[in-house]
């Protein structure tokens, strides 16, 4: 019996994720990758970025969650060559192959951004490269998740018998809370001072050991269903908790950069990330177990919308920026109308090309 809820959550997750993006590209906190605010803080306190201190925490651990427990029912149906198959060509391909029919375009525009005089120098064939490799953006996400399914295959291999995971089952809430060590300890394999000249920056954004983690505990905990029936029982004060949390997290820490690994491995992040991502999902396993026409198209949707939409985020929050004085409430709503309409636009586009939605989303030829 497929699990609406889960498909519901994954797609209200990654329609969070543009919202947070379009806030993020302009945020004046310091957080690397966007164009930069509207003035420096705290003169100008710019409290919309009140959402990235709101969602950052979890939403990504979460959409690895929900991951691993698809991944445990598709294993259920499938063998893990098949499985492994299709992982490979709707996650490895798009990353790959998609950055140079694709996600170039995005990486012309991060490069504005950084400050195309970088550039100037380079020749033209080379920055066609150049431009594709700074378009993997968000794709790190979908990079990530097939080196854990390569990860997981490996532990199903080891464990043939599969006698690992019934040990998981009937977890209590208060086992499942305590889980939450695990996210601290996830943090803190970042490199808590990073090195400019080094690789340490792309380890603290790929962050593949404490992504893994949520991964394995998707695949291993969560898709019990009697987890599952614990989870939805406390949906109530599990969301209260997150609140009381989240509340106390922005209010103490507004105006840091909420991305640096000292501030993720703190001790108050770690724990209302952990608890936004039990609330969020006791929330959609009691009360968002069902569908109609628009989830089943946003189930079906979702994924290619994530893989394009920060091409719209990039092209109109730079030009707007840099070529208009339009005011900063007008770029907001132009970016968020924009990233909403555009990218679902631009995914049943490219669907219906043969090859391109191949290259770029991963759909059969």
């Not at 390569?150 to 995971?165: E, G, M, P, Q, Y």
């Not at 920060?310 to 900063?328: D, H, W």
């Amino acid at each position: 019996m497929r699990k609406y809820w889960v498909d519901n959550l994954r797609w209200v997750t990654v329609l969070l994720v543009l919202l947070y993006h379009v806030v993020y590209f302009y945020n004046n906190k310091g957080v690397f990758g966007g164009i930069g605010g509207f003035g420096t803080y705290p003169d100008c306190p710019q409290y919309q970025d009140v959402l990235m201190y709101v969602l950052y925490p979890w939403f990504m651990p979460l959409l690895f969650l929900l991951a691993g427990m698809s991944a445990r029912y598709a294993l259920e149906r499938h063998s893990g060559k098949e499985w492994f198959h299709s992982r490979t060509r709707k996650l490895l391909v798009p990353s790959t192959v998609g950055l140079l029919v694709f996600q170039w375009m995005t990486g012309y525009f991060n490069t504005q951004v950084a400050g195309a005089d970088a550039l100037a120098a380079v020749p033209q064939p080379m920055k066609y490269f150049m431009w594709a490799f700074s378009g993997t953006g968000p794709l790190w996400f979908v990079q990530d998740l097939w080196l854990f399914c390569l990860v997981l295959l490996l532990l199903r291999r080891i464990d043939k018998n599969d006698t690992l995971w019934p040990k998981f089952d009937g977890l209590g809430i208060v086992g499942i809370i305590l889980l939450g060590v695990l996210f601290w300890v996830g943090e803190r394999t970042l490199v808590m001072q990073p090195r400019p000249e080094t690789a340490d920056g792309l380890w603290n954004l790929y962050k593949p050991l404490f992504y893994l983690i949520p991964f394995l505990l998707g695949y291993y905990v969560f898709s019990h269903d009697e987890t599952v029936t614990t989870l939805r029982k406390a949906w109530i004060p599990l969301l209260v908790c997150a609140a009381i949390a989240g509340t106390v997290l922005t209010v103490t820490t507004f105006g840091q950069n909420n991305t640096t690994p000292d501030y993720l491995a703190s001790p108050l992040n770690c724990i209302y990330g952990w608890l936004m991502c039990l609330a969020m999902m006791a929330w959609f396993a009691a009360c968002f177990d069902r569908t109609n026409a628009f989830a089943a198209y946003m189930t079906r949707s979702s994924y290619g919308i994530y893989v394009v939409h920060y091409l719209f985020i990039a092209s109109f929050g730079y030009m707007m920026k840099c070529y208009t004085t339009l005011p900063p409430v007008a770029m907001y709503l132009i970016s968020t109308v924009a990233v909403f309409t555009l990218s679902p636009l631009c995914n049943e586009l490219l669907r219906r090309i043969p090859f391109i939605r191949w290259c770029v989303l991963g759909e059969k030829i």
